[in-house]
């Protein structure tokens, strides 16, 4: 499905480069052109210019440039497609995009079209039940007390299923969403699995749930989170919608489309774990931010945090639980190679009711001061260890050495593994040597480099 170039060439007419760049920070006008520091890199004096006459922009300092198309595509690290439809959309142009040869792709397009426009009418639907309607006053009073005003619902598009089993699933038909497309959706479940809610052909996922959309990284609503209003026995706290045509679970980053320029500009993410916990510091200013929705993360979320940030704070309950939550993130984090810093939350707290109590500096100076994984757990692990019985020790030494071992970077892991043998008083090469043979053959010629040692024979 390719976009028609005739279409290109007006969006990009209809664009103009300095009040899309405009849009996203200041700029200085500069004779001709106009100016602003670079945001691809650091710098104190603006080598980033932008041409009106040319409608291009260039950095003088890092040799970024070209049209419009290629700035949203860097900047919001997107693909030209996308680029394309974002900046159609800003100007009101209905992209007609070419017919593959294909018809089946062709309605699988059609199909994923209708899906995404139903996603973003629910959204705006469950928010107008949450701005107006009586039945939503118990949700507009959770999130009264939890510090969300009206205005961050609205920019979070925070919305209230009613606790009705069709309430939803009659408004979507009502405006000609066929069964199909509503089951596709994941909004609606069939009577199969109703467990015999008589004389209903389906039913609402979510009911009695505050919605939060999920966002796919240029904004528009893919999949929805619901938390339960009222606490019932056996009813999940937290819903997410079920795998789509448009929503991988283990693809997602919650926040990923507000906060991605943030990640940038701190190479560093602050993991959270609920929707909430992550609303509340980005409204607190701080907006470096990501929640793998609940979840431990995937290797592809990890994957696609490594693209914004090298580094990652983990903001966990200091119990066991989220501990174990922690545990379970770190191989997908140390496989793509970022570095990983621990952030214990106090006991009874997490980073929301944190950054309220305590305000944003002092939430800040936590997640600077937050520890290195490495010696964080070295520490939990030795503890209640006792170091003099060789039986113990050899015991711990064998498990830190399974999770050394997960360190893809070798010259991180010949970190480590320096911490850790000085931590259990090994020899560093004792240490090494419970490592799986792979590992510790890196690891050694990371400890060489570090030591100023020979350089490692190329291969
Ligand atoms: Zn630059």
Same mark, same amino acid.
């Given at each position: ?6 279409? /290109? ?7 103009? +480069?300095?009040?899309? #760049?405009?849009? *996203?920070?200041?700029?200085? @006008?500069? $004779? ?33 440039? $070209? ?17 394309? @439809? ?9 992209? /007609? ?15 994923? =079209? ?36 009206? &205005? ?11 606790? &009705? ?11 000609? *969403? ?35 959309? /999920? ?6 609503? #893919? ?37 991605? =320029? ?23 200013? /701080? ?31 200091? %119990? ?18 970022? +570095?990983? =810093? ?5 006991? $009874? ?14 939430? &800040? ?43 893809? %970077?070798?010259?991180?892991? $010949? ?45």
């Amino acid at each position: 499905m390719a976009i028609p170039s005739q279409t /290109i060439e007006q969006i990009a007419a209809a664009n103009d +480069i300095v009040e899309v #760049i405009g849009s *996203y920070f200041p700029l200085k @006008r500069a $004779g001709a052109n106009f100016k602003a520091l670079c945001p691809f890199h650091q710098e104190k004096t603006p080598s980033f210019t932008v041409s009106p006459q040319r409608q291009t922009f260039h950095c003088f300092g890092c040799g970024v440039g $070209g049209s419009v198309f290629r700035f949203v595509m860097d900047y919001e690290h997107v693909d030209f497609p996308s680029a394309v @439809r974002k900046l159609a959309a800003r100007v009101g142009i209905t992209l /007609i995009e070419e017919r593959g040869p294909s018809g089946a792709e062709d309605r699988q397009h059609e199909a994923r =079209r209708t899906l995404l426009q139903l996603q973003g009418e629910a959204a705006a639907w469950f928010h107008e039940n949450l701005i107006r309607k009586e039945f939503a006053e118990p949700a507009r009073k959770y999130l009264k007390e939890r510090g969300i005003t009206a &205005e961050i619902a609205k920019r979070w598009r925070l919305g209230y299923a009613p606790d &009705e089993w069709d309430a939803f699933g009659s408004w979507a038909r009502a405006r000609g *969403y066929d069964q199909q497309t509503l089951i596709a959706s994941g909004l609606v479940k069939t009577k199969e699995d109703a467990d015999g809610v008589p004389g209903q052909r389906s039913y609402d996922r979510f009911r009695g749930r505050i919605m939060f959309p /999920i966002c796919n990284d240029v904004g528009e609503v #893919i999949a929805f989170s619901g938390r339960l209003l009222k606490d019932e026995n056996g009813a999940a706290k937290y819903l997410n919608s079920p795998e789509t045509p448009l929503f991988r679970k283990g693809n997602v980053l919650f926040g990923l489309d507000k906060t991605k =320029r943030a990640l940038i500009e701190a190479n560093c993410a602050i993991v959270c774990e609920g929707q909430l916990d992550l609303i509340s510091l980005f409204e607190a200013g /701080i907006t470096n931010v990501v929640a793998p929705q609940g979840t431990a993360f995937t290797e592809s979320q990890a994957r696609v945090l490594k693209r914004f940030a090298d580094e990652v704070v983990l903001c966990f309950d200091a %119990d066991t639980a989220g501990q174990k939550a922690a545990e379970r993130s770190l191989d997908a984090l140390l496989a793509n190679g970022l +570095i990983v =810093r621990v952030s214990e939350m106090p006991t $009874g707290e997490d980073p929301d009711s944190l950054v309220r109590r305590e305000g944003k500096e002092a939430f &800040e100076s936590r997640v600077a001061g937050a520890r290195d994984f490495f010696d964080y757990w070295i520490e939990h692990a030795a503890a209640g260890v006792d170091l003099t019985s060789l039986g113990a020790k050899m015991r711990l030494a064998r498990s830190l050495a399974e999770t050394v071992s997960r360190v893809h %970077d070798p010259l991180m892991r $010949g970190e480590v593994v320096s911490k850790v043998s000085a931590r259990l008083g090994v020899p560093a090469q004792d240490f090494q040597a419970l490592l799986p043979k792979q590992a510790r053959s890196s690891a050694l010629r990371a400890d060489e480099f570090h030591n100023g040692g020979t350089a490692p024979a190329p291969r």
